[in-house]
């Protein structure tokens, strides 16, 4: 479901605001199990985007819920980003809802 509903979710988002995904120095994606993160992954494929911190929350402490994203906005926030940096922030929910947030640090 989320592969067939992405483009949707982000291309329209970010246009709003003329971006691209190449644009996005951060992806900052709910953790929402193995086959969610595998999905994603292979849609980003070729753009040299990682979401190992959203991999590394999910190793810590498991899909507690869409919630869990702001477990990955820390780990980012951690690492103390660069100033005028961007980043997306896609969370997902039961139903198939998704929330988004453009971040610019």
């Known amino acids: 479901t989320i592969a067939s509903h992405f483009p949707a979710i982000i291309h329209p988002f970010l246009a709003q605001y003329q971006l691209t995904i190449s644009d996005m120095d951060y992806l900052i994606f709910h953790p ?47 690492k103390k980003p660069a100033k005028g940096t961007k980043g997306l922030m896609l969370s997902f929910g039961p139903g198939f809802s998704a929330q988004r947030v453009l971040l610019q640090f």
């Open 32 to 78: 929402g199990g193995k086959k969610i993160i595998q999905t994603v992954e292979t849609l980003f494929e070729g753009l040299g985007k990682d979401i190992e911190e959203t991999k590394a929350v999910l190793r810590l402490y498991g899909n507690m819920s869409s919630a869990t994203v702001l477990y990955v906005l820390e780990e980012i926030m951690n």
